[in-house]
């Protein structure tokens, strides 16, 4: 039976073959049965034609054209040809293939539902259209026009081993990758519809193309740019398709270092939940949107973040602003490879009471103005909407310009400056939110000259402190403050003067876990140019605030130093009381104080040139290698519960016609006890070298132990006491050493005791 069937199947080919070449063209309604897929109906050359005015199902062998001219096959159905793993050949090309072919309609092959078409490397095929679901083209076929989905319940799987190189009209439907695609130049998937990668890539045309439709991107696991890709459609990535519900996942986008250009009214939509990952890319052309779901106002690109829970992770990425563009949902998270934005003369920044974020983890965000002046860059315009993870910094790509800070929030730097005309650090906004920022321990360079006014700003009613860094050839003169702001030194600030410094705000140290330093390098930091009622330097956070402030004062020359009135009295004040009530003082003069009664100051090689008599009413002094006080006819009054401490190997030097008065006796009022060994010396190579001075004790006079004093010219000793207990005392029970030099006079008023 089975050989009958074959010599049927041979007999139905040859005498089809034959009646075609013998009369040309004959209309056939006889049923096909094929015993194999080799079984074949050819039409064997180009005068051949086959008229099928009854649609013919079931067609499992194989139907060869020598061409696909669309005269071949004619007739009155629509759906000519209906293959059941039948097999197409036109000339050398072959496929498997189950669907519907008429090769006289525009929709040569259709697949409906559940077909498959698979042609082998090389095959050529006409056009294809494509509606249900269940659809698949596999294997290597040429297309000689576009493929058509014809509506939104239609899918197909496209499985090919080559490059696709015809462009899908897709019309609401949905490609499935069955394998990682790759396009050919000028293939366009076009009109609405859905990708779904399975976790497989999409390789784009390796050519510049522009892309306009409104495509949802599922699960994919890469999307690929092979070459400049300008975007003036919409991607939408996300788990699911348009109008269904997202669950939490990934999508990438691989740019191989290519522009993904979206100036033309580009959008990325990141669907709820989502987070999609951008490698290695050159985005181009963003620009400000309104409102947190986006809507272009300006015809640029955006990135449309559906929930507050969307996130672009961004890794090796350059975006090149069109106009200021704000993320007002959802996070942006840097993190990887270094990414910069070319600012130009725009900003770049988040919004955190909307829900923006940007995240920087470990790596750099360099931004850069070109050849525009530094007046924005990365900014906050409200919360805390920059955020550093393990040490993510942001910094320019030609050193700090600018950067403009508008809440709290923890910022690093790196090696930067800030120097020059327009080049600013800029802590602005009208809420009145306190702001701190961190410089890791790196460095602003401030110019010097007339160059470096307001290279420093804080917006009205502000309290910016500065953390961890160091503040190069700084001077207040760079300082802009608004009405009601404040700057403040925290912890680890070294500030470096490079010329003579003549201070015009109140330098406030605050930080209690890390020293900050003053460094002179040998240059005058001027007091004298405060106007009334200010402080010069302030050290310490107040009562109650914890640990002690400490700030070093090295190799700094202080002039304009003066000191203090009472509150609440007015003319003159005798010396006694000037010193005696350490709770009243307020600062009307230029002077360095500390606000409460455990702040330090260390003096290394610092000169203190008093302009006026100064009083230390709280706080510590500590001595370290040499410090001077001078000033002729003025009275350095030390009067505080801590401790003034010559350190070993160093000196207190006072100066002709100074006066060094010790006053511990108004320290009850808070709380204090007078003591006489506030006056200290470390060790026997501590010295205090009086030189032509005076030292006054009052009614609690010191006790000086340990070390040497040396008298110098004429220094006179002064005491309010009058008995030994309360006398100035010289003891040699610690060791002291007094040193009267040759030439000098040691005279003495008031109780001197011995012991």
């Known amino acids: 039976m089975s050989s009958q069937r074959k010599g049927l199947g041979l007999l139905v080919r040859f005498f089809l073959t034959a009646v075609l070449l013998a009369v040309g063209a004959e209309k056939v309604y006889a049923p096909f049965v094929f015993s194999s897929r080799e079984s074949r109906l050819?039409?064997?050359?180009?005068?051949?034609?086959?008229?099928?005015?009854t649609a013919i199902t079931g067609f499992n062998g194989t139907l060869e054209l020598s061409n696909a001219a669309s005269t071949r096959i004619q007739?009155?159905?629509?759906?000519?040809?209906?293959?059941?793993?039948?097999?197409?050949?036109?000339?050398?090309?072959?496929?498997?293939?189950?669907?519907?072919?008429?090769?006289?309609?525009?929709?040569?092959?259709?697949?409906?539902?559940?077909?498959?078409?698979?042609?082998?490397?090389?095959?050529?095929?006409?056009?294809?259209?494509?509606?249900?679901?269940?659809?698949?083209?596999?294997?290597?076929?040429?297309?000689?026009?576009?493929?058509?989905?014809?509506?939104?319940?239609?899918s197909v799987t496209l499985a090919l081993q080559g490059k696709l190189n015809a462009s899908v009209t897709m019309n609401g439907g949905t490609i499935v990758l069955g394998d990682h695609l790759a396009l050919a130049e000028n293939v366009e998937f076009s009109g609405r519809g859905n990708i779904d990668f399975g976790l497989r890539s999409l390789v784009l045309p390796g050519r510049d193309l522009t892309w306009t439709g409104t495509l949802s991107m599922?699960?994919?696991?890469?999307?690929?740019?092979?070459?400049?890709?300008?975007?003036?459609?919409?991607?939408?990535?996300?788990?699911?398709?348009?109008?269904?519900?997202?669950?939490?996942?990934?999508?990438?986008?691989?740019?191989?270092?290519?522009?993904?250009d979206m100036s033309t009214c580009g959008t990325i939509v990141v669907r709820a939940g989502h987070t999609l990952e951008i490698n290695n890319c050159v985005i181009k052309g963003l620009g400000t949107i309104s409102g947190p779901l986006g809507g272009s106002t300006n015809g640029l690109g955006f990135f449309l973040m559906e929930d507050s829970y969307s996130t672009v992770s961004f890794n090796g990425c350059t975006f090149i602003l069109g106009a200021n563009y704000t993320l007002t949902q959802g996070t942006f998270y840097f993190y990887g490879a270094p990414c910069a934005v070319e600012t130009g003369s725009y900003t770049f920044s988040a919004r955190a009471n909307t829900g923006g974020v940007f995240r920087i983890d470990n790596t750099v965000l360099e931004y850069s103005t070109l050849s525009s002046p530094d007046a924005s860059n990365i900014i906050q315009p409200d919360g805390v909407s920059v955020i550093s993870v393990n040490g993510g910094v942001v910094e320019s790509q030609e050193a700090l310009r600018a950067i403009f800070v508008d809440a709290a929030f923890y910022q690093q730097i790196r090696d930067e400056s800030v120097s020059g005309l327009n080049r600013v650090l800029n802590f602005r906004g009208t809420s009145a939110s306190n702001i701190t920022w961190n410089g890791g321990g790196r460095s602003i360079q401030f110019a010097r000259g007339t160059g470096q006014s307001g290279a420093l700003v804080v917006a009205a009613n502000k309290t910016v402190t500065l953390e961890n860094v160091v503040l190069k050839d700084f001077s207040s003169a760079c300082c802009s403050l608004g009405s009601g702001a404040s700057l403040v030194f925290g912890n680890g600030v070294t500030?470096?003067?490079?010329?003579?410094?003549?201070?015009?705000?109140?330098?406030?140290?605050?930080?209690?876990s890390t020293a900050s330093t003053i460094r002179g390098c040998g240059h005058v930091l001027n007091?004298?140019?405060?106007?009334?009622?200010?402080?010069?330097?302030?050290?310490?956070?107040?009562?109650?605030?914890?640990?002690?402030?400490?700030?070093?004062?090295?190799?700094?020359?202080?002039?304009?130093?003066?000191?203090?009135?009472?509150?609440?009295?007015?003319?003159?004040?005798?010396?006694?009381?000037?010193?005696?009530?350490?709770?009243?003082?307020?600062?009307?003069?230029?002077?360095?104080?500390?606000?409460?009664?455990?702040?330090?100051?260390?003096?290394?090689?610092?000169d203190l040139n008093l302009a006026g008599n100064y009083t230390l009413s709280a706080g510590n002094i500590n001595i370290y290698n040499d410090v001077n006080i001078k000033g002729k006819g003025y009275t350095f009054a030390f009067s505080s519960n801590g401790t003034l401490a010559i350190q070993s190997a160093s000196t207190l030097y006072v100066d002709r016609n100074v006066t060094f008065s010790y006053d511990s006796s108004g320290l009850g009022a808070r709380g204090g006890s007078a003591s006489k060994n506030q006056l200290?010396?470390?060790?026997?190579?501590?010295?205090?070298?009086?030189?032509?001075?005076?030292?006054?004790?009052?009614?609690?006079?010191?006790?000086?132990?340990?070390?040497?004093?040396?008298?110098?010219?004429?220094?006179?000793?002064?005491?309010?006491g009058t008995v030994d207990a309360n006398a100035i005392c010289l003891s040699d029970s610690g060791s002291l050493r007094v040193e009267v030099l040759a030439g000098a006079v040691f005279d003495i008023y008031g109780a001197i005791s011995y012991i």
């Not at 003579?500 to 930080?511: C, I, N, Y």
């Open 42 to 53: 050819r039409l064997a050359d180009t005068t051949s034609r086959f008229f099928v005015d």
């Open 75 to 154: 007739g009155d159905v629509a759906d000519a040809i209906t293959f059941s793993s039948g097999m197409l050949e036109q000339g050398t090309a072959r496929a498997l293939f189950t669907g519907v072919y008429n090769g006289s309609s525009t929709d040569t092959i259709k697949l409906t539902g559940s077909h498959r078409l698979c042609a082998l490397p090389g095959t050529f095929l006409p056009a294809v259209t494509v509606s249900g679901t269940g659809n698949s083209i596999e294997g290597a076929p040429l297309f000689s026009s576009a493929i058509v989905l014809a509506d939104s319940s239609t």
């Open 218 to 260: 599922i699960n994919a696991g890469a999307l690929e740019l092979a070459a400049p890709f300008k975007l003036s459609g919409s991607w939408w990535f996300g788990s699911a398709g348009f109008g269904t519900a997202q669950t939490r996942s990934r999508s990438v986008i691989d740019g191989h270092g290519m522009v993904l």
């Open 495 to 512: 500030i470096e003067l490079s010329a003579k410094e003549d201070l015009s705000m109140t330098w406030s140290f605050t930080g209690q």
């Open 527 to 606: 007091l004298g140019s405060l106007s009334s009622n200010f402080v010069g330097i302030s050290v310490g956070a107040g009562e109650g605030a914890g640990s002690p402030v400490n700030l070093w004062l090295d190799d700094v020359v202080v002039e304009g130093l003066t000191g203090a009135v009472n509150v609440g009295t007015s003319g003159a004040l005798s010396a006694k009381t000037t010193y005696s009530v350490a709770e009243a003082y307020i600062a009307s003069r230029n002077l360095i104080r500390c606000v409460d009664y455990t702040g330090v100051i260390n003096l290394r090689n610092t």
């Open 680 to 720: 200290t010396m470390a060790s026997q190579t501590s010295r205090l070298y009086l030189n032509g001075c005076t030292f006054y004790g009052t009614s609690t006079s010191p006790r000086l132990q340990t070390g040497v004093l040396v008298i110098d010219d004429k220094v006179v000793f002064t005491s309010e």
